[in-house]
């Protein structure tokens, strides 16, 4: 398992001529970096397939609007998101905001927004059970 804890370990390791336990670990951080690898390709290859699948692999500009600062995705089953306009900017990234309290924000850069431009869903009509009864005759 690769962590900033097992550098540390590495590392005092290494001080003390610990030689034998270090190259141990050594390896072991190595399986584990080719292991990030193959999993970080595995993803790559998950997301262009989702971006090629949305028509997304031709460029945003067409399906991919600002409104109230935020980024919206116009698909088939209606304007998806609010997603992060500082990702958008940098990398074409449409990730999008999740609610934390009385703001949205980025999961991968954590930039924060107003929540108040998230549109109102909509919501269902709750009546009111003993009217609805005497509507139908029952
Ligand atoms: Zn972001």
Known sequence: MISNAAFTELRDLLKSD?????????LSLQAG?????????????RVHTLEKLLGLDTGLTDKVHIRD?????????GCKGPF????????QSLIELEK????????SC?????AEHEPQRERAVVLPFRKTC????L
């Not at 970096?33 to 290859?45: D, V």
């Not at 934390?100 to 999961?107: E, I, K, M, N, R």
């Open 84 to 91: 992060c306009p500082v990702c958008l900017a940098a990398d």
């Open 33 to 45: 970096y080719f292991t990030l690898m193959e999993e970080n390709r595995h993803l790559q290859l």
């Open 69 to 77: 600062k935020l980024v919206w995705l116009e698909t088939d089953k």
């Open 100 to 107: 934390d309290g009385p703001c949205l924000v980025c999961p």
């Open 110 to 114: 954590e930039a924060e927004f107003a």
């Open 134 to 137: 005497e509507k139908f005759g």
């Open 18 to 26: 610990e030689t034998e336990r270090a190259r141990d670990l050594l």
